[in-house]
């Protein structure tokens, strides 16, 4: 049973680029939530996505856009990159957005901003 | 808005001791508690979750927690501490939103040095 898969597990840019991270959420699972892990600190939510539509978002600029497609995997987008994106970004999936369910996370894309 | 306390960045504790790692929450419903623990370079893990029923919780690797209502806590322990269980370890607190969708927020983090 594959778990939530991230890809790339590492990437570089630098300022003022565009970068794309994707994710595969667990089989069965239909709801994909991203967040961001800045060094020492807890997940931060990002956004969320149930039915192609994003549901919830966090505190973010709109620079940061997603996507869910058919299959349920998702997109992060992340434009005019910051030095201060660079961060852990993790996605996480569970089934459906009810509130008891534990979100399964995938190991994260690790993103450098130069 | 709900919101998750964890009182210490860092604990230590030598091999075989009691691990003790605190979590209050705050929430404006009957809230859903996590406890993940994240390894280097890796993702979080569910350790243990309380949703109704059973204050004391039992989840992986020996750990548990136990739901305490009055007190706001959901506080993490493992009789005996061991070199494997050095790692970072959240709280999170759900629940769900005006549109029933679930919002998670987690704290922010535990960091456990577990001493030979």
């Known amino acids: 049973d594959a778990g939530v898969t991230q890809s790339p597990t590492h990437l570089i840019k630098t300022r003022g680029q565009q970068v794309t991270l994707r994710c595969s959420p667990k089989?069965?699972?239909?709801?994909v939530s991203w967040y961001q892990q800045a060094l020492g600190q807890g997940p931060q939510f990002i956004f969320q996505?149930?039915?192609?539509?994003?549901?919830q978002r966090g505190n973010f600029p709109d620079r940061f856009s997603g996507h869910q497609f058919p299959n349920y995997s998702s997109e992060l987008n992340v434009n005019a990159l910051l030095l201060g994106d660079s961060a852990l970004y993790l996605c996480?999936?569970?089934?459906?957005?009810?509130?008891?369910?534990?979100?399964?996370f995938g190991d994260g894309t690790r993103l450098s901003i130069l | 808005a709900q919101s998750v306390t964890q009182l210490g960045s860092h604990v230590s504790v030598s091999e075989g001791a009691l691990v003790l790692l605190r979590c209050n929450y705050s929430?404006?419903?009957?809230?859903?508690l996590f406890w993940y623990v994240q390894y280097p370079n890796q993702g979080l893990q569910l350790l243990l979750k309380?949703?109704?029923?059973?204050?004391l919780v039992k989840g992986i690797n020996g750990f548990e927690a136990e739901f305490k209502k009055s007190e706001t806590s959901f506080h993490l322990t493992k009789p005996s501490a061991h070199m494997s269980d050095a790692a970072e370890y959240f709280c999170?607190?759900?629940?769900?939103?005006?549109?029933?969708?679930?919002?998670?927020?987690f704290g922010i983090g535990t960091k456990l040095q577990v001493i030979p």
């Open positions: 999170a607190v759900s629940e769900g939103d005006s549109g029933g969708y679930q919002k998670v927020t």
């Open positions: 929430s404006s419903v009957p809230p859903y």
């Open positions: 089989s069965g699972h239909d709801t």
């Open positions: 996505y149930y039915e192609e539509e994003e549901r």
């Open positions: 996480a999936s569970s089934l459906a957005t009810v509130a008891n369910q534990p979100q399964h």
């Open positions: 309380y949703t109704t029923g059973a204050t």
